[in-house]
């Protein structure tokens, strides 16, 4: 048990150390790490900005004192401590895509008040970097724990996690435990499963040709453009002029008919406006087309309609983690076929491969054929362990928040891919976001932080690492 004393020494340092913290953070999130979704041979198998921010944190985590090494530009490795046991802490140093209309400059870390802004800072630059600071403070205090620290800096999460995968395959003692700053407070004792898949449509009309919206597929399209060729522009605008969230442009030949929506994460589909549903609902107002092009909008409508998986035949839910969700986060047409991904994240007791067999009856009511399948299982521990009771211990003793009680959540962190593993903060569920709904939060424009609440969970992950030298971590 930390000592009242040892607590103040915690606190003390964090304190001395925030206007470093905050600079050091800065030149992580100055490097616009979005990743490559493939795989690709040679030198950098997310791209260069992948790489390029894995060279920043190198810098500065060996200037910390911590051992470092880089596993082929998938990720970074940090260890530090002693132990024959090992406690292991997965962040990740890539980013989605910045999308439209921030307010403030992505890729700048900026103090307004007492908030930081800037791509990373939440999602997950900002509590990752928060957690290194936290091990940094132990070891300058002299109360390192028992186990050896391992930290994983991941250049891929957003897109595939092949980073993680990597690391799984080339190491050679995995974390007894694993935490990943990457979700919210308190801590997440159950992931749902992830089904990943696209859906092939028939959309052969010489009158559309193009269908793009989206950016990657985890994420609510807030954009969706169709082109569209013999159609007069004019009589259009009129006809869709009430909908405010479509514009039309006429330009030579061509119609541009652009949707405007909301994005959000793929795990909470219901705060957010699929671009690809308003422009497929706009289209049909229009009645422009008939034939294959009106049953594709009508099946694009459908999918997108609601979020928990009716329009595709898995209507399903239990009691531990709720009713499934589903994304249709990119879509993108070719030689007549229109191409929509699908994001589910189904219940922790129920099985992907039984759900996919319903999916693709479904599809093939419509003639829609599925197809690149990819199931990611879902991970559960009781929420009555040791190991969660501790940290809701530390958890409050920071927060003061009795009423919080562990969960599960839809989102797939690096948890579910190793073993005893559990996502630990860094969001605030109560916390109301000065932006409004669709401003502010992770994979959003402006996407902030109250400062206060990356200190408080260095102050977490620092007094939680020393209280778990009094339990069996493996149980």
């Known amino acids: 048990m930390l000592s009242k004393e040892n607590e103040k020494r915690i606190e003390n340092w964090i304190e001395e150390h925030k206007e470093?913290?905050?600079a050091d953070l800065s030149k992580i999130i100055a490097v616009p790490s979005v990743a490559d979704p493939g795989v690709a041979e040679g030198e950098y198998p997310f791209g260069i900005e992948s790489a390029n921010v894995l060279a920043a944190a190198k810098e500065l985590v060996e200037g910390y004192g911590f051992a470092v090494k880089n596993l082929d530009n998938f990720c970074l490795v940090a260890n530090i401590g002693e132990g024959e046991e090992k406690i292991g802490i997965l962040g990740h140093l890539d980013v989605v895509p910045c999308g439209n209309d921030?307010?403030?400059?992505?890729y700048q870390l900026t103090v307004d008040g007492d908030i930081l802004v800037g791509r990373g800072v939440l999602d997950d630059k900002g509590p990752l970097w928060a957690s290194i600071f936290a091990v940094r403070c132990l070891k300058d205090l002299g109360l390192m724990p028992k186990r050896e620290i391992e930290f994983f800096l991941g250049g891929q999460e957003e897109c595939g996690m092949n980073d993680l995968l990597h690391y799984v395959d080339v190491t050679e003692k995995l974390p007894d435990v694993s935490f990943t700053p990457d979700g919210n407070y308190p801590i997440c004792h159950g992931e749902k499963g992830a089904l990943r898949f696209y859906l092939a449509i028939p959309c052969n009309d010489e009158k559309i040709v193009d269908f793009t919206g989206g950016t990657v597929r985890n994420v609510v399209a807030d954009k969706a453009v169709?082109?569209?060729k013999g159609v007069c522009g004019k009589a259009l605008s009129e006809k869709l002029a009430s909908n405010e969230r479509i514009s039309v442009e006429t330009e030579g030949e061509f119609v541009k008919v652009t949707a405007t929506g909301a994005s959000v994460h793929a795990s909470t589909p219901e705060n957010g406006i699929n671009a690809i549903g308003v422009l497929a609902n706009a289209l049909l107002d229009a009645e422009i087309f008939d034939g294959e092009a009106k049953s594709a909008m009508e099946y694009l409508a459908l999918v997108n309609s609601d979020y928990n998986g009716a329009a595709l035949g898995v209507p399903v839910e239990d009691e531990p983690s709720g009713k499934l969700t589903h994304v249709g986060g990119v879509i993108g047409m070719d030689?007549?076929?229109l191409n929509l991904s699908i994001d589910i994240r189904y219940p922790v007791t129920l099985d992907g491969a039984d759900l996919i067999e319903k999916i693709i009856a479904k599809a093939e009511?419509?003639?829609v054929t599925v197809h690149d399948i990819a199931d990611t299982k879902p991970a559960y521990s009781p929420a009555d362990s040791?190991?969660?009771r501790t940290c809701m211990r530390v958890i409050n003793s920071v927060f003061h928040r009795d009423h919080w009680k562990p969960y599960t959540m839809g989102g797939g962190t690096y948890a579910k891919h190793m073993p005893n593993a559990c996502a630990l903060g860094p969001e605030d569920p109560d916390y109301e976001s000065p932006f409004g709904l669709f401003r502010g939060s992770i994979h959003q424009a402006d996407e902030h932080t109250p400062a206060k609440?990356?200190?408080?969970?260095?102050?977490?992950?620092?007094k939680l690492l020393v209280e778990l030298d009094d339990i069996d971590v493996t149980k």
């Open 20 to 22: 470093e913290f905050i």
């Open 102 to 106: 921030w307010n403030y400059p992505p």
């Open 226 to 228: 169709a082109t569209l």
């Open 335 to 337: 030689r007549g076929i």
């Open 365 to 367: 009511e419509h003639s």
């Open 386 to 388: 040791d190991l969660v």
């Open 453 to 462: 609440l990356l200190f408080d969970t260095m102050k977490v992950y620092a």
